[in-house]
């Protein structure tokens, strides 16, 4: 937690929705730090989620090979700023928002294209965090859909 919200910082975790989440977190003050290390903390956690995610992984592996675009009408920096309509029917240069996810993505892609072989892994320092994470994370009940297939 970077802004010391504690309470807002909960309440995000006891989301019970992306958006919900998404919602609460536009109320929580970002440190100038923050904003300055957004996209860098993002790619990261979009790498992790590569390294981690297979089926992400070939994805993007095997996205045709044009800009992603993130159609979000609640958020400027990440998305497109318009709804998937407006997305697909404006030119980017009009778009009001920045498309950072887009932008992280597009380029992960590439990455993941020029070394088509090569599974991407996480830094040690992500993959300490990531055993952490897991470590920390509350037991969730088996449904008998997961799978260990790697």
């Given at each position: 937690?970077?802004?010391g919200d504690?309470?807002r910082?909960?309440?995000?975790?006891?989301a019970?929705?992306?958006?919900?989440?998404?919602?609460?977190g536009?109320?929580?003050?970002?440190?100038e730090?923050?904003?300055?290390?957004?996209y860098?903390?993002?790619?990261?956690?979009?790498?992790?989620?590569?390294?981690?995610?297979r089926d992400?992984?070939?994805?993007?592996?095997?996205?045709?090979?044009?800009?992603v675009?993130v159609?979000s009408?609640?958020?400027?920096f990440?998305?497109?700023g318009?709804?998937?309509?407006?997305t697909?029917h404006?030119?980017?240069?009009?778009w009001?928002?920045?498309n950072?996810?887009?932008?992280?993505?597009?380029?992960l892609?590439?990455?993941?294209?020029?070394?088509?072989?090569?599974?991407?892994?996480?830094?040690?320092?992500?993959a300490?965090?990531?055993?952490?994470?897991?470590?920390?994370?509350?037991?969730?009940?088996?449904d008998?859909s997961s799978s260990?297939?790697?």
């Open positions: 937690m970077r802004s504690v309470p910082a909960t309440a995000i975790q006891e019970p929705s992306a958006l919900d989440a998404k919602l609460i536009n109320k929580v003050l970002a440190s730090n923050f904003i300055n290390s957004q860098d903390i993002m790619k990261e956690i979009v790498e992790a989620k590569v390294s981690q995610c992400f992984h070939d994805i993007l592996k095997n996205a045709p090979p044009k800009p675009f159609e009408t609640y958020d400027d990440w998305g497109s318009l709804n998937i309509a407006g697909k404006t030119n980017k240069t009009a009001p928002g920045k950072m996810l887009g932008d992280i993505i597009t380029k892609s590439k990455k993941i294209k020029k070394n088509k072989n090569a599974w991407i892994t996480p830094k040690a320092s992500d300490k965090k990531l055993r952490q994470c897991h470590k920390n994370r509350a037991p969730q009940e088996d008998g260990d297939s790697e």
